[in-house]
């Protein structure tokens, strides 16, 4: 059983950034995939980015492509959503998710276990 814990979210300007964290408990994550998936209210949770296990392999939305950035600390079981030059349409609750598997996948059906999400509101 994985207990995924999201944190960092809050409200930022227009231009501003974030980092957001999300801690893992009940087991390491070392050989699992990690997402960021996000859901702005009245529309579907979308991906965001996701890491490989080993941090090397990476894969962003093309909304985020070049703002954002995911990472992870395997001895700490944590992943990492740095977030740059942050739009109000970026506002939206942003979810950690993982999956058993070593490589990547975007879509919310292939994910395992779920955090329960940080409000993210970046304001014009």
């Known amino acids: 059983q994985v207990q995924l814990v999201e944190s960092g979210g809050g409200l930022a300007q227009a231009g501003g950034s974030l980092k957001l964290s999300c801690a893992a408990s009940?087991?390491?994550?070392?050989?699992?995939?990690m997402n960021w998936f996000r859901q702005a209210p009245g529309k579907e949770r979308e991906f965001v980015a996701a890491?490989?296990?080993?941090?090397?392999?990476?894969n962003y939305a093309d909304s985020v492509e070049g703002r954002f950035t995911i990472s992870r600390d395997n001895v700490k079981s944590t992943v990492f959503l740095q977030m740059n030059s942050l739009k109000p349409e970026d506002t939206a609750v942003y979810y950690c998710?993982?999956?058993?598997?070593?490589?990547?996948?975007?879509?919310?059906?292939?994910?395992?276990?779920w955090g329960k999400g940080t409000q993210v509101t970046v304001s014009s």
């Open positions: 890491i490989n296990w080993s941090g090397r392999s990476t």
């Open positions: 009940g087991r390491t994550l070392s050989s699992n995939a």
């Open positions: 998710a993982g999956r058993w598997g070593p490589q990547i996948r975007t879509s919310t059906g292939d994910m395992d276990f």
